[in-house]
């Protein structure tokens, strides 16, 4: 019998949603920074096996909003919790549920559909033994049917997981061909890959303003390497100069990170060039934000 199924990921901004996956699929898809917002977008993600095919959605992390881009992220997971066979609630070795954490939990109370825990980052425990007392706090909410802890860091207890996910999907049909990961175009992944370089090495209050954008993806006619034109761009001027930095060393350490991430995946050489302009506020803006997809 052949089992298929959506999986919903769900949880606080950097509980490790983006690491777990990449790690189950084995490939970078979902960008890992230590940056609130870092994933903007319900990603799927696709296991593959001979008896099953699990369909993962990485959604953005649960918080309360603060402006237009907020309101977009908190829809994105709520809709992917709507649509999913099993619900995924990741959570860290924190020793407290915390306010948002209470508010996904209440969230759940009424859903029939399988949940699971994951308790993340246990490889930071220094007493193992610790754990316990988080397992037995949330066993007392009386809403999983299984808690695990798990180091998504170290692929430790996944195994675990992907056995709950088959065990408790239905019969159903392989929804993508069976050499797919992702349903994302390369456009989308370059996007995100870049995204990820500019998370990394920029300050803490100017990355929540950063979103980029493909202007051109083509491939040569030779096949040996495909040029990309991207624009980082940021919500205020003085966040332009960050971008770019002093004598554009920022802005080449982001593309040359970047552009080796890309030739990772893409498995080809790559020419990325970067550009950096303002558009103010951005995150506030209906048309802005549908012009880079926040629809």
Known sequence: MFKSGFVAIIGRPNVGKSTLLNQIIGE??????????????????????EDS????????????????????????????????????????????????????????????????????????????????SIIE????TGIFQKILPISALNNEGLNDYVKFIKDNLKEGPMYYPDDYITDLPEKFIAQEIIREKALIYLDEEIPHGIMVEI???????????????????????????????????????????????????LDTKVNLKLWVKVDKNWREKERSLKNFGYK
Not at 115 to 122: A, M, R, Y
Not at 137 to 140: L, S
Not at 222 to 233: E, F, L, P, S, V
């Open 28 to 49: 970078k898809i979902s960008i890992v920074s230590n940056k609130a917002q870092t994933t903007r977008n319900t990603i799927k993600l696709i296991l593959n096996d």
């Open 53 to 132: 095919q699990i369909i993962f959605l990485d959604t953005p992390g649960f918080q309360n909003p603060k402006n237009k881009l907020g309101e977009f992220l908190l829809k994105e997971s709520e809709s992917s919790k709507a649509g999913a066979d099993i619900i995924t609630v990741l959570t860290d070795i924190s020793d407290s549920i915390g306010k948002m954490d209470g508010i996904i939990l209440e969230g759940l109370k009424d859903t029939k559909i399988p949940k699971v825990l994951l308790i993340n980052k246990i490889d930071l425990l220094e007493n193992k033994e610790e754990i316990k």
């Open 137 to 140: 706090m949330y066993e007392d």
């Open 215 to 265: 202007e051109s993806f083509k491939e040569r006619s030779d096949k040996k390497i495909i040029d990309i034109d991207a624009t980082i761009y940021a919500e205020k001027d003085s966040h332009k100069g960050m971008v770019i930095g002093k004598n554009g060393a920022m802005l080449k350490k982001i593309g040359t990170d970047a552009r080796l991430d890309l030739e990772s995946f």
